[in-house]
C-alpha cells in the first residue's frame, strides 16, 4: 500500500523524490542510507516492515556509511 511515486522528468523544479520520499520496500528491518542502494549517504532511515518510520540528515562534515551504518567524518582527501 505504501509506493513513493515520482512525478515526470518533465518537472524540472521538483526534488529528487528519493530523498524526499525514501522507500523501505525490500529494505530489512534497520537503519539504511537515504535515499537506499548507496555505499555512502547524506542521510539515513530507519525501516520497519517495510515502512519509513524516521529519516535524519547526518551532521555537518559527516556521511552515513552502510557498511558501519553510521555517520562517518568525512576525509579531506
Do not use: W
Amino acid at each position: 500500500d505504501y509506493v513513493s511515486i515520482c512525478p515526470s522528468q518533465r518537472f524540472k523544479t521538483c526534488n529528487d523524490c528519493r530523498k524526499a520520499l525514501p522507500s523501505c520496500i525490500n529494505q530489512v528491518n534497520g537503519i539504511h542510507g537515504n535515499p537506499p542502494g548507496q555505499a555512502v549517504t547524506a542521510g539515513f532511515m530507519y525501516c520497519v516492515e517495510g515502512r519509513v518510520l524516521a529519516t535524519s540528515p547526518c551532521p555537518q562534515g559527516t556521511s552515513f556509511h552502510q557498511s558501519v551504518k553510521a555517520c562517518v567524518q568525512q576525509s579531506n582527501g
